[in-house]
């Protein structure tokens, strides 16, 4: 009878030991299927000035504004994580670890074709970068220190392309 009850006591402690310890490892990203080009019925000239509106008006930091070569670029700048526009995976966790996705940084690169007098191509491209951090338990002081770090690439939701996109118009 003890006997059958000790079998039992360590295999309770055992499963708690086993589930204790188990671990969930960084998730990658989802990838979003959403249009990154749209032809827009205005001329050139007009589709870049209402791009430049529009950065102006999100106050996006425009770090390349090449007329001549067809290009806008952003500086990249910090967002929340809650930003909602990107997605960066799901960071993991485990026994005496944990991950952190932390400094999201993003910028936009938007290049245009003339496709005729009045029709104009627009092509977004958005990129997005995150920091992985990995913290780790040191059981002698009971506290965590930064173990590793890893920079991944986000996933654009494709939500601020169609902002973009619907307030450019047809």
């Known amino acids: 009878m003890k006997t059958k009850f000790t079998y039992a006591a360590m295999a309770i402690l055992a499963t708690i030991f086993i589930l204790g310890c188990e671990s969930t490892p960084y998730t990658s990203p989802r990838t979003y299927n959403y249009a990154t080009e749209k032809v827009v019925n205005q001329s050139y ?26 290009i806008l670029r952003t500086k990249p700048i910090g967002l929340q994580l809650s930003y909602g526009n990107c997605d960066c995976g799901v960071a993991g966790q485990g026994f005496g670890w944990y991950g952190k996705l932390e400094d999201l940084k993003g910028s936009l690169n938007a290049i245009l074709t003339k496709v005729s007098e009045n029709q104009t191509k627009v092509k977004l491209i958005f990129h997005y970068e995150v920091m ?10 009971n506290q965590y220190y930064h173990s590793t770090y890893q920079k991944i ?18």
């Open 45 to 70: 000239d007009q589709v870049w000035s209402r791009l430049l509106e529009i950065f102006v008006q999100v106050n996006l930091p425009i770090d390349v504004m090449d007329k001549y070569n067809s």
């Open 132 to 141: 992985y951090n990995v913290y780790e338990m040191d059981f002698n002081t």
């Open 153 to 170: 690439t986000c996933n654009s939701t494709g939500r601020l392309e169609k902002m973009i996109f619907d307030a450019l118009g047809n």
